[in-house]
């Protein structure tokens, strides 16, 4: 029985971590500058994670395996070994502690360091339950919103305030569309609660605060369409809030806005 057992978790393991290295539910190809690092970072954390859980896995295997049938013998109880226990505590603080900080210079990359002064600017509005983009339009300013304003039944579901000329030419679309190869700089806003934008080939996440501003920036590779779902439990209707993102030529692009601010 207790062979059986043991048999079980080892084959347990190897399955799994089979699936783990071989498996289908791996991130789709990246099409952004931060995705050869970040799957790079979460190859090295999974392996050595894997490895870890390998070799205890086959520790749990042995234990159930070396110490079967003692039911009968005296029971010794055990106060442990607090050498290992610092050995291991502090070998696994040191591991996780630097895996963060090795992965810092991703996330600040991404998130924290402004982007670059050409970007093009888009704002992306987390409503409940649905995304509103928003283009500057020629003047490359955005008009200033007002809660009071926002009136979803009369096509202005961001409020933009009419008396303030850099609004005027603003255009507000349902899909992220953005040119090929060109840094795009995204402002996240909510009208509500919190959102969260989500697009797995960008390797990109970030929460929308009502109230904030948040800012990250990327520059998409790859012409094609991809799922941008919000990613954040935000209410009854959460499951069906998603958009796409757009990666367009130039050209297709120039026309996508132009018939965009069309009335
Ligand atoms: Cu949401």
């Given at each position: ?8 978790i ?10 783990f290295a ?7 190809p ?9 799957d ?20 749990l295997?042995?234990?159930?395996f070396?110490y ?9 109880y055990s106060?442990g070994?607090?050498a290992?226990e610092?050995?291991?505590t ?13 992965g ?8 924290l ?5 050409g ?5 992306v ?25 926002m009136?979803?039944s ?11 000329p ?12 953005v ?13 509500d609660?919190?959102?969260s ?12 605060v ?25 209410g009854?209707?959460h499951?069906?809030m998603r ?5 367009k030529?130039?050209?297709?692009f ?10």
């Amino acid at each position: 029985m207790a062979l059986l057992l043991a048999l079980a978790i080892t084959a347990i393991t190897l399955i799994s971590m089979y699936y783990f290295a071989f498996g289908p539910w791996g991130m789709p190809p990246f099409i952004s500058e931060y995705g050869a690092a970040y799957d790079q970072h979460f190859m090295l954390t999974l392996t050595i994670t894997g490895i870890i859980f390998f070799f205890a896995q086959l520790g749990l295997a042995y234990a159930v395996f070396r110490y079967r049938g003692q039911r009968e013998g005296k029971v010794h109880y055990s106060h442990g070994n607090n050498a290992l226990e610092v050995l291991w505590t502090s070998a696994a603080a040191v591991l996780f502690i630097g895996l963060v900080f090795w992965g810092q210079n991703i996330w600040v990359r991404a998130h924290l360091r402004p982007a670059d002064p050409g970007s093009m600017q888009v704002e992306v509005w987390g409503q409940q339950f649905t995304w509103y983009i928003r283009y500057p339009g020629p003047d490359g300013k955005f008009g200033r919103t007002t809660p009071e304003l926002m009136k979803e039944s009369i096509g202005q579901p961001l409020g933009i305030d009419p008396d303030d000329p850099a609004g005027t030419d603003d255009i507000v679309a349902t899909i992220l569309a953005v040119p090929v190869s060109r840094p795009v700089e995204v402002i996240l806003r909510s009208k509500d609660v919190i959102h969260s934008f989500f697009v797995p080939e960008l390797r990109l996440k970030q929460d929308a605060v009502p109230g904030l501003e948040n800012r990250l920036h990327f520059t998409a590779s790859q012409i094609g369409r991809y799922e941008l779902p919000c990613a954040e439990l935000c209410g009854l209707g959460h499951y069906q809030m998603r958009t796409f993102l757009d990666v367009k030529t130039d050209a297709d692009f120039e026309q996508w806005l132009q018939d965009q601010a069309a009335p």
